[in-house]
């Protein structure tokens, strides 16, 4: 194993421990990594040896950040479309591991955002830690939750994954449990010893019943307490009545959310509400990561993705110039043009 590569593969009796390892980057994603993990998966399906997979990330900063959002502003500044071949590979990758046939164990310790919720929250055994920080927050930055994402987001109780969508905020463990995100609470400093107990784990059965038995009750959380506001007030048709209904609640947490709103991408608002509105209609993981994969690639041609990137990550002032600059100045048509097919640009998951 050389401790240099993006992707550390080892095994432990039954077990293999893929861990990302990217702890300078907080183990961004990038397409070699993409890569890596799916061939590592490929074969693990096909190894009678291997009983389970253990996925984490290098560092003690989180599982992974997301995706690079990076080498996505500079591949769209040089005119190029390796973003759009990222993402063909990553989302194939989010649904082989919605479909991995052997138990999928994911530690998703710290921070866990965008990308690294697709390599998370698909699989079948997510565990979560009182430092855990979970989150799809690309409407700051002018993109639309992608990765399954909006699949996830879709099937939360109520009207909580639009709010999680919308707003892109991050939640910890007891919320990510509630809206679907995740299964499981360890606290962290028994992770090493979960770790090791399922190195010795001989069949996907015993698998689940030691994380069951090193899990906890998770801390309180927030999103319970909130239901009654976020299900009335997201349950709006429009993103400017969703604003409203905010603005007019009275209540402090509802007008920081209404706040949260109208500092991100309009544009972005838009089509997130419309896609995880359409997901809740589509009937496969797959589907809405071939719905996602069109609106990725519209939103890499628009204006706001690059914009919010360089506010964000590249110039770091804070002041993205977001166009249109309203609500109100997004169409109906421009919406509705993010979930068409690019040419012949199509991802193809659900047609398979």
């Given amino acids: 194993m050389n401790d240099d590569e993006p992707v550390l593969l080892h095994t432990e009796g039954h077990i293999l421990h893929v861990t990302l390892n990217r702890p300078r ?4 994603l990038t397409h070699p990594m993409v890569r890596l993990l ?7 399906a096909a190894d009678d040896t291997v009983t389970a997979v253990v996925v984490d990330g290098a560092g003690d900063r989180g599982l ?9 502003y500079e591949d769209a500044r040089a005119g190029r479309s390796a ?25 998703m310790d710290g921070i866990v955002m965008g990308g690294g919720v697709g390599v998370s929250a698909h699989g079948d055994v997510r565990v979560v830690t009182e430092r855990s920080r979970v989150a799809m927050p690309e409407t700051s930055i002018g993109f639309v939750p992608d990765v399954g994402g909006t699949y996830l987001l879709a099937a939360a109780p109520g009207e909580l994954g639009t709010h999680l969508a919308l707003t892109g905020r991050a939640v910890g463990a007891a919320d990510a449990v509630l809206c ?35 899990g906890a009750d998770a801390p309180d959380g927030e999103l319970a307490a909130q ?13 400017e009545e969703i604003i409203d209904r905010l603005m007019d609640s009275g209540l402090p947490a509802a007008k920081e959310s209404a706040a949260e709103l109208l500092a991100v991408s309009p544009t972005a608002l838009k089509v997130t509400l419309a896609a995880v509105r359409r997901a809740r209609r589509l009937s496969s993981l797959e589907a809405a990561l071939d719905q996602e994969f069109r609106v990725s ?26 166009s249109p600059a309203a609500t109100g100045d997004v169409t109906d ?7 068409e097919p690019l040419g012949d640009q199509e991802l193809g998951l659900s047609a398979a």
Avoid: M
């Avoid at 980057?25 to 961004?28: D, F, I, M, P, S």
């Avoid at 061939?39 to 693990?44: D, F, G, N, S, V």
């Fill in 64 to 72: 992974c950040a997301g995706g690079d959002i990076r080498s996505i």
């Fill in 333 to 339: 048509a421009e919406v509705a043009r993010h979930f």
């Fill in 180 to 214: 679907g995100l995740a299964d499981h609470f360890v606290s962290s400093r028994h992770l090493a010893g979960l770790t090791a107990e399922l190195a010795r784990s001989t069949s996907p059965a015993q698998v689940t019943d030691i994380v069951r038995q090193h």
């Fill in 25 to 28: 980057a907080l183990n961004a």
């Fill in 227 to 239: 239901r009654a506001w976020i299900d009335e007030c997201y349950a709006a048709g429009t993103v």
């Fill in 83 to 107: 973003s759009v071949d990222f993402w063909r590979d990553e989302y194939r990758l989010n649904a082989q591991i919605a479909a991995f046939p052997k138990p999928y164990v994911a530690l």
């Fill in 38 to 44: 799916g061939e590592a998966l490929t074969r693990a």
């Fill in 297 to 322: 690639c519209r939103s890499f041609l628009g204006h706001d993705l690059v914009e919010g990137v360089r506010a964000r990550i590249i110039d770091k002032d804070r002041t993205p110039r977001w």
